[in-house]
């Protein structure tokens, strides 16, 4: 079954204790990204990958790190989390990104809380 | 990208057609229209998109007017597992980000 794969589903943490949020497709997509959501501030784009070895930040970059080392996948890393980096996360995918219309595939979505 | 407008919330009946409309007037020749839903705290699920051509797949149909100003979602058969948020997005193949943006959409609540 096609799918985006995130782990851990759920997660409570201490500030400055790193994690790392893994994401998986096996879509053999090219493109790849991850979002934040928040009450009052839908889905804001934290970084994305336009392919293996290229990353780039969206919108909400600053506190995360990610890599692409591997087509598949796509973690995303919190060096020294934050209490307000509590949100919902999602990873999402598509065939190709950039200038093109292929939709994207969202992952079931990580919640963190960051105590 | 255009901006869109839905209804915030709209009720449908199980085992019947549920039509979720969206205004998009100020749609370019360029843009596709995206539908996407989200139930309660899941990821988004893409639904279907087009340019100008009404399309279909196994999970709903897509009209889009002639005039592209406007379009309905089509569930034909909803069920209890329909109910969600819907949102329709207007959007051009630009920009290396390929972010998306969700608006406030409808909430379709599929009553028993």
């Known amino acids: 079954e096609a799918q985006v794969t995130q782990n851990p589903r759920y997660l409570i943490t201490v500030t400055g204790k790193k994690l790392t949020v893994t994401c998986s497709q096996n879509?053999?997509?090219?493109?790849m990204s991850w979002y934040r959501q928040d009450p009052g501030l839908g889905l804001r784009q934290i970084y994305y990958s336009m392919n293996v070895e290229v990353t780039d930040k969206g919108d909400v970059p600053e506190g995360y790190k990610v890599s692409r080392k591997e087509k598949r996948n796509f973690p995303l890393i919190l060096e020294s989390p934050s209490p307000n980096q509590t949100s919902l996360y999602f990873c999402?995918?598509?065939?190709?990104?950039?200038?093109?219309?292929?939709?994207?595939?969202f992952g079931d979505g990580t919640r963190l809380s960051i105590l | 990208d255009a901006k869109t407008t839905q209804p915030p919330s709209m009720d449908c009946a199980e085992g019947r057609a549920a039509n979720l409309p969206c205004n998009h007037s100020t749609i370019s020749g360029n843009e596709y229209v995206y539908w996407y839903r989200q139930i309660h705290s899941q990821g988004p699920q893409y639904i279907i998109h087009?340019?100008?051509n009404n399309e279909t797949n196994e999970m709903a149909s897509l009209i889009i007017t002639e005039d592209r100003k406007s379009s309905t979602l089509i569930l034909p058969h909803a069920t209890l597992r329909d109910t969600a948020v819907y949102y329709c997005?207007?959007?051009?193949?630009?920009?290396?980000?390929?972010?998306?943006?969700f608006g406030t959409g409808t909430l379709l609540a599929v009553q028993p």
């Open positions: 999402a995918s598509s065939a190709t990104g950039g200038y093109s219309n292929q939709p994207q595939h």
């Open positions: 997005i207007v959007r051009a193949p630009r920009g290396a980000t390929n972010k998306l943006i």
């Open positions: 087009g340019l100008k």
């Open positions: 879509m053999n997509h090219e493109y």
